[in-house]
């Protein structure tokens, strides 16, 4: 599989990041129990996660989940081209998905950026060890697309705030222990500009996580209840007011260099389902080449763009509204991709038979949804419009 050779890529995985690869793969070819475990599939989340935190903490105490993040917060030094080695390595070698690890690649380099340095010191060690993990509380009922219309008040109170209000959609929250929580400190007509960042720890009195089972069987998503919740002023993320441009540095994350973590796992599902395929070839073409084909290709359009948005991070420069084609292009390849691994079965009823077949129907029907979440498709198609062609 050349095309899935990170040894050979350029950009963000040149230089001493080959040495560190060509170890890594060697650790893993190893097969480390842990690795094992947690890359068998797994239909329950709850247990998906616990394999994957153990799995965190193997990585970072042999060292190879703390390279690509500060000293200063747990990690040994460098920058994200060796994460971006790790997690294709990881998929590379049968890891499913990064579970609710993604948060790592999405929340993280916002708490290393905009956080209090003395509170991401704590937390972030934690985070990377799989011992704590943490969610991302932006949505609400009446504020998604609108985000500046969020409504959840945190109110100065003492050495801290008291929050309350409603949160949903929020991925993982169930499995997290911390939140990333936007909230209302300005007047209800200062929108964008009267938002505040707060980590809100979710064992705190007051918050209450209610999981929304979904279609494919599932519980990622969750609803979150804030009554009169207390965090502490060394919790707030960024300025007071400043919350728009800490949500802007994480959907940069979201939208853009996630995009390089996640397309590492269409090209290990897409894998995965080309052996069967192999085996029941019998010289002809076939109704499902014409869906690989275009799997393919989604798939090699996604890495080239988030290629350049990882080098351009690599370089200091966080995506601007241009992650919104890494986005659309993800979204399109999540959905390809499942496309054709159930191009071959009659109906969703394979769920039932194994647990591979579950993992794969659980995965079908989560692609249906992926143009939703980071901003909905007419949202990027929106940001391109008039961000980037200027469009009236
Ligand atoms: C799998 C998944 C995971 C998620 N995880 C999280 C999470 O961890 N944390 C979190 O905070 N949120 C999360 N979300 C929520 C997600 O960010 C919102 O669902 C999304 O922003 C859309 O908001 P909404 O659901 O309120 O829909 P609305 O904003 O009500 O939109 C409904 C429809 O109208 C369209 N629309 C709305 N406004 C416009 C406009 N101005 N122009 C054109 N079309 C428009 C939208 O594109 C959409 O099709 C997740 C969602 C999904 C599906």
Redesign the pocket.
């Known amino acids: 599989m050349s095309e899935f050779n990170a040894g050979s890529a350029p950009g963000p995985l040149a230089g001493d990041v080959h040495t560190y690869t060509a170890a890594f793969e060697a650790w893993l070819a190893a097969r480390p129990p842990a690795f094992v475990a947690a890359a068998r599939p797994i239909p329950s989340y709850a247990e998906r996660v616990a394999a994957m935190s153990e799995l965190m903490r193997v990585l970072f105490d042999e060292g190879w989940a703390r390279r690509g993040w500060p000293e200063e917060f747990g990690g040994l030094g460098g920058g994200i081209a060796y994460r971006a080695a790790m997690w294709e390595a990881l998929a590379r070698h049968g890891l499913g998905a990064m579970a609710l690890f993604e948060h790592l690649e999405i929340l993280a380099p916002t708490l290393l950026a905009m956080g209090r340095r003395d509170f991401a010191a704590r937390v972030l060690p934690r985070f990377l060890r799989g011992d704590e993990r943490w ?5 609400e009922p009446e504020a ?3 985000l500046a219309s969020v409504r959840t008040r945190a109110t100065a109170d003492g050495d801290g705030y008291v929050i309350s209000g409603r ?1 949903i ?3 993982w929250a169930r499995y997290a222990s911390w939140c990333l929580v936007l909230a209302r400190t300005g007047t209800r007509e200062s929108r964008h500009r009267g938002l505040t960042a707060f980590a809100v720890d979710l064992r705190s009195p007051g918050v209450e996580v209610r999981a929304i089972e979904q279609a494919n069987g599932t519980d990622e ?1 969750a609803e979150v209840t804030l009554e009169g919740v207390r965090v502490p002023s060394g919790q707030v993320v960024g300025e007071v007011g400043g919350g728009w441009k800490v949500a802007m540095h994480i959907l940069a994350h979201e939208r853009g260099t996630f995009a390089w973590f996640r397309h590492c796992f269409l090209y290990r599902q897409l894998f995965d389902g080309l052996r069967p395929a192999a085996e029941a070839e019998d010289g002809g073409p076939r109704a499902e080449d014409g869906l690989l084909g275009e799997a393919l290709l989604d798939l090699a359009a996604v890495r080239a763009s988030s290629h350049v948005v990882m080098d351009r991070y690599v370089t200091g420069t966080l995506a601007g509204p241009e992650a919104a084609f890494s986005k659309l292009l993800l979204a399109a390849a999540e959905q390809s991709v499942n496309d054709w691994s159930l191009a071959d079965d009659t109906d969703l009823a394979i769920g039932l038979q194994d647990e591979h077949a579950a993992v794969r129907r659980q995965d079908y029907l989560f692609s249906r ?2 143009t ?8 990027q198609l ?1 940001t391109i419009a008039k961000q980037i062609l200027r469009l009236p």
């Open positions: 969610s991302q509380g932006f949505s998604g697309s609108d949160k959609w929020t991925s998503l949804i992926v939703v979440y980071g901003g909905s498709q007419q949202m929106d």
